[in-house]
């Protein structure tokens, strides 16, 4: 009794002295648990031939075990400054990827658009990797920004006093902060309307947090949308054949769901037609079918589940929605597990955004707070969209819901993104102890009580400091 007294003395002194946001670690291992279980679940469509369940069971579970090592190791960062030194190579790996996409390197065409490479035998889905590679560069620049320690602009005007107004913050914000955005952005809008959008909005959002001048920002927006309606006026100008993916964005924007899928029937009945094979479906033409198909099966899997759901394994959408383990991971859920299972779902994506919003209230470093803030808004507003795919509000985008869904790219990806929101937690121990306790004010029993939290900045950037340096 004694010994196992102690055991539990011995666990929880484990738990109270691990650093790092301690909720954070709870949220990560339950998506990759919940990851696990439901792609096993879920993964009819993607047992064919000689692969079963079992081995997609087992494939999922060393991708979990590789995110689980990527956490761990960007946890253990020792400092901020190395974070800060990788976050500078951000923009030159997001734009060397979109390089080796638009001139055709090594591409993957993945259902009619060009967003994925191959490299080393290995499929990458670029953009969940420019994503988080994005939101990182961001920090780094605004942070840079604020310090004005951008050196190549000082050394120009120094070289010819011609170069002198790229010294300005004016032009600093321009070719460090607006055009790197901009640039990224449309590399991808040829491959990805959806994820550029996404991308797009938070990007927007790290800028805004970053507090760089509003006029700027929203003019940064017009650009945009203006190279949008340029894009637009391409691809009518060239009939469809030039940024094919926006006719897909159209048709999903201006027709109901269901008006589109009557249509696409009776078009594709035509073609049969045409081809005298009325009688006689094609391969083609069973699976355009089954795509247009997917979304009312999703929604009919969310009707099934109820409140309580059908109980593990008995889903029966699964075997009608392909993309079931991925773009549909969360109708899957609510199938099984019901209404109830669905909403602890969504509470630990609230209970992201809540914490990401405390750590970055106790970073003293513009670094830190931007990257933070960032990241939670990327992974909690992909979670958000998929959810609201799922039960039918909004157009079909195709984001895969973080952490849970199948998918290597984007699981790896967001492993990274988890486990600097970690690091930087770890790092900002202090400044959360700060904040919570003030020295000195304790009763007889020797317990501390808690600080106002408007007391805690002081401290804050005292205590954080030592790891900026």
Same mark, same amino acid.
């Given at each position: 009794?004694?010994?196992?007294?102690?055991?539990?003395?011995?666990?929880?002194?484990?738990?109270?002295?691990? #650093?790092?946001?301690?909720?954070?670690?709870?949220?990560?291992?339950?998506?990759?648990?919940?990851?696990?279980?439901?792609?096993?679940?879920?993964?009819?469509?993607?047992?064919?031939?000689?692969?079963?369940?079992?081995?997609?069971?087992?494939?999922?579970?060393?991708?979990?075990?590789?995110?689980?090592?990527?956490?761990?190791?960007?946890?253990?960062?020792?400092?901020?400054?190395?974070?800060?030194?990788?976050?500078?190579?951000?923009?030159?790996?997001?734009?060397?990827?979109?390089?080796?996409?638009?001139?055709?390197?090594?591409?993957?065409?993945?259902?009619?658009?060009?967003?994925?490479?191959?490299?080393?035998?290995?499929?990458?889905?670029?953009?969940?990797?420019?994503?988080?590679?994005?939101?990182?560069?961001?920090?780094?620049?605004?942070?840079?920004?604020? #310090?004005?320690?951008?050196?190549?602009? =000082?050394?120009?005007?120094?070289?010819?006093?011609?170069?002198?107004?790229?010294?300005?913050?004016? %032009? =600093?914000?321009?070719?460090?902060?607006?055009? $790197?955005?901009?640039?990224?952005?449309?590399?991808?809008?040829?491959?990805?309307?959806?994820?550029?959008?996404?991308?797009?909005?938070?990007?927007?959002?790290?800028?805004?947090?970053?507090?760089?001048?509003?006029?700027?920002?929203?003019?940064?927006?017009?650009?945009?949308?203006?190279?949008?309606?340029?894009?637009?006026?391409?691809?009518?100008?060239?009939?469809?054949?030039?940024? $094919?993916?926006?006719?897909?964005?159209?048709?999903?924007?201006?027709?109901?769901?269901?008006?589109?899928?009557?249509?696409?029937?009776?078009?594709?009945?035509?073609?049969?037609?045409?081809?005298?094979?009325?009688?006689?479906?094609? #391969?083609?033409?069973?699976?355009?079918?089954?795509?247009?198909?997917? $979304?009312?099966?999703?929604?009919? %899997?969310?009707?099934?589940?109820?409140?309580?759901?059908?109980?593990?394994?008995?889903?029966?959408? #699964?075997?009608?929605?392909?993309?079931?383990?991925?773009?549909?991971?969360?109708?899957?859920?609510?199938?099984?597990?019901?209404?109830?299972?669905?909403?602890?779902?969504?509470?630990?994506?609230?209970?992201?955004?809540?914490?990401? %919003?405390?750590?970055?209230?106790?970073?003293?470093?513009?670094?830190?707070?931007?990257?933070?803030?960032?990241?939670?808004?990327?992974?909690?507003?992909?979670?958000?969209?998929?959810?609201?795919?799922?039960?039918?509000?909004?157009?079909?985008?195709?984001?895969?819901? $973080?952490?849970?869904?199948?998918?290597?790219?984007?699981?790896?990806?967001?492993?990274?993104?988890?486990?600097?929101?970690?690091?930087?937690?770890?790092?900002?121990?202090?400044?959360?102890?700060?904040?919570?306790?003030?020295?000195?004010?304790?009763?007889?029993?020797?317990?501390?009580?808690?600080?106002?939290?408007?007391?805690?900045?002081?401290?804050?950037?005292?205590?954080?400091?030592?790891?900026?340096?």
């Amino acid at each position: 009794m004694e010994e196992n007294t102690t055991q539990k003395r011995d666990f929880w002194n484990f738990v109270a002295n691990f #650093k790092g946001d301690k909720v954070i670690w709870m949220i990560v291992l339950l998506l990759i648990l919940t990851s696990l279980v439901t792609v096993f679940a879920s993964s009819s469509g993607l047992a064919k031939g000689d692969t079963t369940r079992l081995d997609i069971f087992f494939s999922q579970f060393k991708l979990a075990c590789a995110g689980l090592a990527i956490i761990v190791l960007c946890y253990n960062i020792p400092s901020i400054g190395f974070i800060r030194l990788f976050s500078s190579l951000g923009f030159f790996v997001s734009f060397m990827l979109l390089l080796c996409l638009i001139a055709g390197i090594g591409t993957i065409n993945v259902n009619g658009a060009e967003r994925s490479l191959e490299i080393g035998g290995m499929q990458i889905y670029i953009f969940e990797v420019i994503k988080v590679a994005m939101v990182m560069y961001l920090a780094w620049a605004i942070d840079a920004y604020r #310090k004005d320690s951008f050196r190549l602009p =000082k050394a120009l005007s120094v070289l010819s006093p011609r170069l002198g107004f790229l010294d300005s913050p004016a %032009a =600093k914000r321009i070719i460090y902060i607006y055009l $790197p955005t901009i640039m990224v952005l449309g590399g991808m809008f040829k491959g990805g309307i959806s994820s550029t959008l996404l991308t797009g909005a938070v990007l927007f959002l790290v800028i805004l947090i970053g507090g760089m001048p509003k006029k700027e920002i929203f003019g940064a927006l017009a650009a945009g949308c203006c190279m949008i309606g340029l894009f637009v006026g391409l691809h009518a100008a060239s009939e469809g054949k030039m940024f $094919p993916r926006l006719a897909v964005a159209a048709d999903r924007l201006t027709m109901h769901r269901e008006y589109r899928i009557i249509e696409t029937e009776n078009r594709l009945q035509e073609i049969e037609a045409a081809r005298g094979e009325t009688h006689v479906w094609s #391969k083609e033409y069973r699976d355009a079918i089954d795509r247009i198909r997917q $979304p009312e099966s999703a929604k009919l %899997a969310i009707k099934e589940g109820g409140l309580f759901g059908k109980g593990p394994g008995n889903s029966t959408q #699964k075997y009608s929605v392909y993309a079931i383990f991925s773009d549909y991971i969360y109708s899957f859920i609510i199938e099984e597990a019901g209404l109830i299972g669905g909403i602890v779902i969504l509470i630990l994506y609230v209970s992201l955004l809540a914490r990401g %919003a405390r750590i970055v209230r106790l970073c003293d470093s513009w670094f830190a707070k931007v990257a933070v803030a960032g990241l939670v808004l990327l992974i909690t507003g992909q979670a958000f969209m998929h959810m609201m795919v799922n039960v039918n509000i909004g157009p079909l985008t195709g984001q895969t819901l $973080p952490m849970v869904s199948h998918g290597s790219s984007s699981f790896l990806s967001f492993s990274v993104a988890f486990g600097v929101l970690l690091s930087i937690s770890r790092l900002a121990k202090k400044n959360t102890d700060a904040a919570a306790v003030i020295p000195g004010d304790s009763d007889e029993s020797g317990i501390e009580e808690e600080a106002d939290p408007s007391a805690a900045p002081g401290m804050a950037e005292e205590t954080l400091q030592i790891h900026h340096g």
